[in-house]
């Protein structure tokens, strides 16, 4: 049930001078001819805003899909790289002393030498051969892109 208050609908029901409230029936529940023209109005509003809202999703779930696939891509790169790290260190990922290999910055460098050396210069402290490793993680990380974050425009 919906509540309606008026000015003019109270002095035209025949009475003095304040507001009146006036209680309505829910549309479709027996109510006169006229509702139905609003109703088949508003069915039609609303299904319009469903087909936007289905548009919207699809586009979204495109979008979902493709950042998954690289995100997977990442993430079984980053094990590969958690997996070599322990056994160029031999010792487990608890143990391991703190290396830090930031994918992103490799890809910001401007060539597969200037990846090496940032690589090498890493790997300093590891005591075996880094060179297997440095090539295969270079090789591994071509054709990814940098994962960052959306940048806000500024206005």
């Given at each position: 049930m919906s509540v309606a208050t008026g000015g003019?609908?109270?002095?035209?029901?025949?009475g003095g001078g304040?507001?009146?409230?006036?209680?309505?029936?829910?549309?479709?529940?027996?109510?006169?001819?006229?509702?139905?023209?609003?109703?088949?109005?508003e069915d039609s509003v609303s299904a319009a805003a469903v087909q936007v809202q289905q548009r919207r999703h699809q586009q979204g779930k495109v979008t979902v899909k493709?950042?998954?696939k690289e995100l997977r891509k990442r993430l079984v790169l980053e094990e590969w790289i958690v997996e070599q790290l322990g056994q160029?260190?031999?010792?487990?990922?608890?143990e391991m002393p703190d290396v830090?290999?930031?994918i992103?910055?490799?890809l910001d460098a401007a060539n597969e030498e200037?990846?090496?050396?940032?690589?090498?210069e890493t790997l300093v402290d590891c005591y075996k051969p880094t060179e297997e490793f440095i090539k295969e993680l270079l090789t591994r990380i071509r054709g990814m892109r940098k994962l960052s974050p959306p940048q806000k425009k500024s206005i």
């Open positions: 003019s609908e109270a002095a035209a029901a025949g304040g507001n009146r409230v006036f209680f309505q029936s829910p549309r479709g529940g027996g109510g006169s001819g006229g509702s139905s023209g609003g109703s088949s109005r493709y950042d998954r160029l260190y031999g010792c487990e990922e608890e830090e290999i930031d992103d910055d490799l200037e990846r090496a050396l940032k690589l090498q």
